[in-house]
T-cell receptor, first 113, second 117 residues
Framework: TQLLEQSPQFLSIQEGENLTVYCNSS?????LQWYRQEPGEGPVLLVT?????EVKKLKRLTFQFGDARKDSSLHITAAQPGDTGLYLC?????????????FGTGTLLAVQP | GAGVSQSPSNKVTEKGKDVELRCDPI?????LYWYRQSLGQGLEFLIY????????KSGLPSDRFSAERTGGSVSTLTIQRTQQEDSAVYLC???????????????FGSGTQLSVL
């Protein structure tokens, strides 16, 4: 059973386009994180969202946590080739009682110059 | 070193052999995690160490998998009698382990690519 579903699985776009990646679950998360992973490397944390409805911006990246804390989205404006990578959401469904994160299925993004 | 170090970076083994994967966490990090990642997929939780507490082994897929953490630092993941379905990238991460994930930041190593022939 996959607790965190991401969509789309694959996305290939041209430089300058906008895109949105979704992370959905039937479980409530006390917090949710987004990571980016480049080939041959481990994931790198981009942001953590905690409050339902929270919006965080990181340059051209906008992260939103759903009001019910069951879903999240990542929007990239004017994508650049450097944005290419595997985007992973990860959530804590244990209320912070443990440090065990459940990772999503991933979205592989390719930005063509 | 400044980051999480994993070795070897690549391991090719024959079916039925045992393998050991090593992780050196960031100095001062009390929490250490092992995850498994199949090609282009998300991460599957395997095991979690926090300080001197008993490890959370709930993600280990079978009794062929085991892990230990010596002296609260270096960790070794051992896979006995490897099978082809064990082929994956094994990622290690460490964090300060403040308790709860709200403020936790996981730092990942580059992983060990395991190929079982």
């Amino acid at each position: 059973t996959q607790l965190l579903e991401q969509s789309p699985q694959f996305l290939s776009i041209q430089e300058g386009e906008n895109l949105t990646v979704y992370c959905n679950s039937s479980s409530v998360f006390s917090s949710l994180q987004w990571y980016r992973q480049e080939p041959g490397e481990g994931p790198v944390l981009l942001v953590t969202v905690v409050t339902g409805g929270e919006v965080k911006k990181l340059k051209r990246l906008t992260f939103q946590f759903g009001d019910a804390r069951k879903d999240s989205s990542l929007h990239i404006t004017a994508a650049q080739p450097g944005d290419t990578g595997l985007y992973l959401c990860a959530g804590d469904i244990y209320g912070g009682a443990t440090n065990k994160l459940i990772f999503g299925t991933g979205t592989l993004l390719a930005v063509q110059p | 070193g400044a980051g999480v170090s994993q070795s070897p970076s690549n391991k090719v083994t024959e079916k039925g052999k045992d393998v050991e994967l090593r992780c050196d966490p960031i100095s001062g990090h009390t929490a250490l995690y092992w995850y498994r990642q199949s090609l282009g997929q998300g991460l599957e939780f395997l095991i979690y160490f926090q300080g001197n507490s008993a490890p959370d082994k709930s993600g280990l897929p079978s009794d062929r998998f085991s892990a230990e953490r010596t002296g609260g630092s270096v960790s070794t993941l051992t896979i006995q009698r490897t099978q082809q379905e064990d082929s994956a990238v094994y990622l290690c991460a460490s964090s300060y382990g403040q308790g709860g994930t709200t403020n936790e930041k996981l730092f990942f190593g580059s992983g060990t690519q395991l190929s079982v022939l």
